[in-house]
């Protein structure tokens, strides 16, 4: 029997102040599919970092051997040479730069310093096709959401000549069915004898491509287990990885009853919204739903079926061309053609993407959440530093936000730790709307159940929020009510005693209503 593909033998990795990971030993045998699982902060993405050299020998501690042979990568240059490749959960795309430029960049396809674009559109056209996704290669990644750019950084790690392909949350921004195609390319390439790593929070992911999944909590990697084992249950990783039993998914939650006669908190009519570039084409197309106080109303739909594009319009116009449609509040017309308008008036929107929209990154935690209502904090247009400690304190302590202090860095932090931060920021506004995109992406089970907890806290309080998800168990177990949105139409809305994922589904797939 051949030898393992890969071993890493006792890693130890120190930040200052913060051991992220603590002997940690993976295993990995050729054209084998291994999981890594662990709730965010567990030290993951630390651990592929050190395999991959963003974090360079030297500055940890340990052994890696590569098909039987030591590595002391130096740079990601270097692991790629040996053919490790890794596909990170934040996107390395440049925005202005066509898709074949980035799935080229830095491996053109020249002679003689003269790159050949025709061969670099005609390869580039076949990584897409082989990826699943249907666009010109020569349209700009900033054209494309984010769930898309996630499959151009797919077909650029393809483009070289992969030994193990590490993929840190692949399908984090996916849809279910984008998901499948990618993980039917991950069952492809074990077949073509390529193993692969996945770190994932999709447990039923896990079950349909992994061999094995090692657990790795608080930096220790607490066991390996075989995933066709019969007592390798979803229940049993969950159970590795937050150290205790988690009998339920979601909060127990009453659907809402509204009061008769009562306006809704927000109401969009016949709201539509043309391309940013494309004028004739219409991304969001006579929309008209609700939400009331104390509800938490869902909205679903494929990629590309206009979800995020309402809720970006409608916060601010801050997407494509308004083209006509009214917003009211309380049963009251009111404007929200700016974001300062649209917060003025109590709705804040959670962004999906939340490291390039929701966070300043190389700020505090304290000033992040201080940012979206500066004037609570701020004495004759000075901002109380104090003040702002005191309340950013409140919320790490509230929402269980792990880091020592609320002077850390937001960008040191997790996924799910940055997500909470997200969400402190716009409570602290003290909206009546919330608008919520995909507010669990990329976030572990644990970190999941947390904020579950808090959203269904601000509909107890009163608050109406708006969920949109590509998951549709978290739409139905959390939702009372859920629309659904194809092609950017509304094609029906179903209460949460009738919903089942069958009947979403084929709702999310017509044309029209």
């Not at 988690?246 to 809704?264: K, N, V, W, Y």
């Amino acid at each position: 029997m051949a030898g393992p593909v890969l071993e890493m033998r006792s890693i130890i990795k120190t930040f200052p102040g913060v051991r992220a990971l603590s002997d940690v030993t993976l295993t990995v045998r050729p054209g084998e599919v291994h999981a890594i699982c662990g709730e965010n902060g567990a030290g993951k993405s630390t651990l592929v970092k050190v395999l991959s050299g963003v974090h360079p020998h030297g500055t940890y501690e340990g052994d890696i051997l590569f098909q039987g042979k030591p590595c002391r990568f130096k740079d990601i240059r270097a692991s790629e040479q040996r053919g490790i490749v890794i596909i990170h959960q934040e996107l390395a795309l440049v925005p202005y730069l066509s898709i074949a430029e980035n799935i080229f960049l830095g491996n053109e396809h020249a002679t003689h310093g003269v790159i050949s674009w025709e061969e670099t559109l005609r390869h580039a056209s076949e990584l897409l096709r082989r990826v699943g996704l249907d666009e010109n290669p020569q349209t700009r990644v900033a054209d494309i959401g984010v769930g898309k750019q996630q499959l151009v950084e797919i077909a650029k790690a393809l483009s070289k000549r992969v030994k193990l392909l590490i993929l840190d949350e692949p399908t984090a921004a996916l849809n279910d069915e984008d998901s499948g195609k990618l993980l039917d390319l991950i069952l492809e390439l074990k077949n073509h004898g390529i193993a692969s790593i996945i770190i994932s929070h999709k447990l039923n992911e896990i079950a349909r491509v992994a061999d094995s999944v090692t657990i790795i909590r608080d930096g220790r990697s607490i066991e390996t287990l075989d995933v066709k084992a019969t007592e390798t249950t979803e229940e049993r990783i969950i159970s590795g990885m937050v150290g205790r039993d988690l009998d339920h998914r979601f909060p127990e939650r009453t659907p809402h009853q509204p009061e008769q006669g009562a306006s809704p908190a927000l109401e969009i009519r016949g709201w539509t919204v043309h391309h940013p570039i494309d004028r004739h084409r219409k991304v969001v197309d006579n929309v008209t739903l609700n939400v009331r106080r104390g509800e938490i109303v869902g909205i679903a739909g494929l990629m590309g079926a206009g979800r995020t594009e309402l809720a970006m319009s409608v916060f601010g116009r801050t997407y494509g061309r308004y083209a006509g449609g009214t917003v009211l509040k309380d049963g009251k017309e009111i404007r929200t053609k700016t974001v300062s308008e649209a917060v003025r008036h109590g709705i804040a929107y959670v962004t999906e993407d939340r490291k390039h929209y929701g966070l300043n990154l190389i700020d505090t935690i304290a000033r992040n959440i201080s940012l979206s209502a500066l004037g609570k904090v701020a004495r004759r247009g000075i901002v109380d530093e104090h003040a702002e400690r005191q309340v950013a304190e409140g919320y790490r302590k509230s929402m269980n936000i792990k880091a020592p202090t609320v002077a850390e860095s937001v960008g040191k932090l997790s996924g799910g730790n940055q997500q909470k931060v997200v969400l402190s920021k716009w409570i602290f506004a003290g909206p009546d709307v919330l608008i919520l995109d995909e507010p669990t992406r990329g976030i572990d089970v644990g970190a999941k159940y947390e904020i579950y907890t808090v959203i269904d806290k601000l509909a107890a309080q009163g608050k109406a929020v708006v969920f949109i998800s590509s998951e549709l168990p978290e739409l139905l177990g959390m939702c009372d009510r859920i629309y659904t949105m194809s092609a950017g139409r509304l094609t029906g809305e179903l209460p949460r005693a009738e919903a089942t994922q069958e009947l979403l589904m084929r709702r999310m797939t017509k044309d029209k209503r």
